[in-house]
């Protein structure tokens, strides 16, 4: 997968039309390479800044509880972590939001973050204690791995 990161030079920012990003990432990601992605807002707070860049790689196999996705709602491209998978599909939610973004196909999913960004423990923590718990688990996970 280093090569599809080599690759990256397109960047996508969360605030730009919904067709436009999409089409974007599909095309984007669709042929194996990465994307860079300009983040927006709070949500994902502490473990992705608002304003920050980061790398989205094409999905490989399925997504995991605690993975960062990239993902199209119908209203909207979200980067939020798993917090649910089944055969109905997965559920997102942003580290510091107060609420998931509800049940999406798997299709849905248009790439994920690289491993380092894998946290199925903040996952559990944000779906059952919410915003405060995996907000205190990012803070504590950001301090001691610097």
């Known amino acids: 997968m280093a090569d599809a990161r080599a690759e990256a030079t397109a960047v996508l920012s969360l605030a730009w039309p919904l067709e436009v990003a999409v089409a974007l990432a599909r095309e984007q990601l669709g042929r194996g390479r990465a994307l860079r992605v300009l983040t927006r807002g709070h949500s994902m707070w502490p473990s992705v800044r608002d304003g920050a860049v980061v790398?989205?790689?094409p999905l490989l196999g399925a997504p995991r509880v605690g993975d960062l996705v990239l993902v199209?709602?119908?209203t909207r491209l979200v980067l939020h972590r798993v917090i649910a998978c089944d055969a109905r599909g997965i559920v997102t939610k942003g580290d510091a939001a107060p609420?998931?973004?509800g049940r999406v196909p798997r299709?849905?999913?248009?790439g994920r973050l690289p491993a380092r960004w894998d946290?199925?423990?903040?996952?559990v923590v944000?779906?059952?204690?919410?915003r405060p718990g995996?907000?205190?688990v990012g803070i504590?996970?950001?301090w001691l791995t610097g």
């Open 55 to 57: 790398t989205v790689l």
């Open 72 to 74: 199209a709602t119908p």
């Open 99 to 101: 609420h998931d973004d």
């Open 107 to 110: 299709e849905a999913i248009l």
């Open 119 to 123: 946290d199925p423990l903040r996952a």
């Open 126 to 130: 944000s779906r059952f204690a919410g």
């Open 134 to 136: 995996a907000t205190a």
């Open 140 to 142: 504590l996970r950001r």
